[in-house]
T-cell receptor, first 116, second 113 residues
Framework: DTGVSQDPRHKITKRGQNVTFRCDPI?????LYWYRQTLGQGPEFLTYFQNEAQLEKSRLLSDRFSAERPKGSFSTLEIQRTEQGDSAMYLCASSVGRTAMNTEAFFGQGTRLTVV | GNSVTQMEGPVTLSEEAFLTINCTYTATGYPSLFWYVQYPGEGLQLLLK?????DKGSNKGFEATYRKETTSFHLEKGSVQVSDSAVYFCALSSSSNTDKLIFGTGTRLQVFP
């Protein structure tokens, strides 16, 4: 399977715990995005990497959130001291080049986080 | 700031009916416009896109035309099938180098035989 892969698919955690999600983009894609989707809403942008450089972060990304993309390949998103409001689907997407041109952003199936 | 507004669902139709899902946007510059679809249990998939005014995107019988004068990108299909049942998201990408997508809230389509 050469699509965008996310792991785990589901995560249930207790409030206050730390969680880490992984995204493996399509191998030649240099652009990687994280989005968050809550029930009944569209995905909201969290952060963007071009290769290993994190070039933009949304104000939604509080200081409890950190994302990395070492070596410009896979990426991790960590949430520290989780809160119930963090419960959502976390989506990863990747693309090569600008989506305004003849390229497409491919999405993974997401990691569903439930904080209890 | 940039935003997308789309009609609330669910939209319930019989098979072979005509579909319209309205989408309007607010943006600075010249964004590209997209429709994404999310089938049950699957990830978001690009359905169609248009990168400049008056462009028409089309795929799988779906069409949408980029109307700059009305800031709209309405999704249409002449004859829906049960297999089209899904959630449809309208989105725009900013004209910055980031190309992040800004999505509407999604419209659930239910097609009955």
């Amino acid at each position: 399977d050469t699509g965008v892969s996310q792991d785990p698919r589901h995560k249930i955690t207790k409030r206050g715990q730390n969680v880490t999600f992984r995204c493996d983009p399509i191998s030649e894609h240099n652009r990687l995005y994280w989005y968050r989707q809550t029930l009944g809403q569209g995905p909201e942008f969290l952060t963007y990497f071009q290769n290993e450089a994190q070039l933009e972060k949304s104000r939604l990304l509080s200081d409890r959130f950190s994302a990395e993309r070492p070596k410009g390949s896979f990426s991790t998103l960590e949430i520290q001291r989780t809160e119930q409001g963090d419960s959502a689907m976390y989506l990863c997407a990747s693309s090569v080049g600008r989506t305004a041109m003849n390229t497409e952003a491919f999405f993974g199936q997401g990691t569903r986080l439930t904080v209890v | 700031g940039n935003s997308v507004t789309q009609m609330e669902g669910p939209v319930t139709l019989s098979e072979e009916a005509f579909l319209t899902i309205n989408c309007t946007y607010t943006a600075t510059g010249y964004p590209s416009l997209f429709w994404y679809v999310q089938y049950p249990g699957e990830g978001l998939q690009l359905l169609l896109k248009a990168t400049k005014a008056d462009d028409k995107g089309s795929n799988k019988g779906f069409e949408a035309t980029y109307r700059k004068e009305t800031t709209s990108f309405h999704l249409e299909k002449g004859s829906v099938q049960v297999s089209d049942s899904a959630v449809y998201f309208c989105a725009l990408s900013s004209s910055s180098n980031t190309d992040k997508l800004i999505f509407g809230t999604g419209t659930r389509l239910q097609v009955f035989p």
